[in-house]
């Protein structure tokens, strides 16, 4: 029986790093994204004059050439639309409603949600999630770069 391939979005919220969103889209590409959203103020690949940015290119290595990508201001309409078509919402972040990445189990059509490198995402955005999806931490230091967070987690979750 042939198996429908799994729809994974992955949206960057408020991500400030050129870098990490270069990363991120490296990461992405290779986990088997389909799409990613930038919301907020995470820069794009591109900027306002339909110029490629350098910053992002040099580390997603091509990646932001090969996985579609949008860009939306505000996160809120990019929420309605996969709450509509009926998406699971996972945030990647450290809350007292979180729990074990490991034990999420991810559907047909998955979001996962990551935000800012040092306030992380909005409690607003948060409420939307289905599930919020924490590493834990075993050393001193409470909290990953936000790009090694979305590898560890993509590739976790989707047993890649």
């Known amino acids: 029986m042939f198996m429908k391939k799994k729809e994974v ?3 960057i919220h ?5 870098y ?18 930038l919301t907020g103020y995470t820069p794009a690949p591109v900027d306002k004059f339909g110029r490629g940015r350098k910053d992002i290119a ?3 290595l091509g990646a932001e050439k090969i996985i579609p990508w949008k860009k939306f ?12 078509e009926n998406y699971f919402i996972v945030a990647i972040e450290q809350s007292k409603n979180s729990f074990d ?8 059509k998955t979001v996962f949600i990551v935000g800012n490198e040092i306030k992380g995402l909005d409690q607003k955005i948060l409420n939307k999630c289905e599930v919020i999806a924490e590493i834990p931490m075993k050393g001193k230091k409470e909290s990953l770069n936000v790009a090694v967070s979305v590898g560890i987690a993509l590739f976790r979750i989707l047993k890649i």
């Open 9 to 11: 979005i992955l949206i």
């Open 58 to 60: 040099k580390v997603s």
């Open 20 to 37: 990490n969103v270069g990363s991120i889209f490296r990461t992405a590409e290779t986990a088997g994204i389909n799409e990613i959203y």
């Open 14 to 18: 408020n991500v400030r790093s050129a």
């Open 101 to 108: 990445y490991k034990k999420v189990k991810p559907r047909q």
């Open 73 to 84: 201001s505000k996160i809120r309409e990019v929420l309605i639309k996969f709450k509509k």
